[in-house]
């Protein structure tokens, strides 16, 4: 299991989940703006994603 990205933490509304191809080694956090994985700078450093990003298709982080 991977560790709990800050935008669960924060209740970002765009927040999907984990996804994984089959195990374990694969899983990654994914969201509306980055449907196929969250840049970690986000997912886990310290950018709140309150500005366009480069890829976020238009989506920044909004409380649910």
Request: charged residues 30%.
């Given at each position: 299991m991977i560790a709990q990205?800050?935008?669960s933490k924060r209740s970002c509304i765009h927040f999907i989940g984990a996804k994984n191809d089959?195990?374990?080694?694969t899983?990654?956090?994914c969201?509306?703006?980055f449907?196929?994985?969250i840049p970690d700078e986000i997912?886990?450093?310290g950018n709140l994603?309150?500005?366009?990003?480069p890829g976020?298709?238009?989506i920044q982080y909004k409380k649910a």
């Open positions: 990205p800050n935008c089959g195990d374990e080694l899983e990654r956090v969201c509306g703006a449907p196929d994985r997912a886990y450093g994603h309150l500005k366009p990003f976020d298709n238009g």
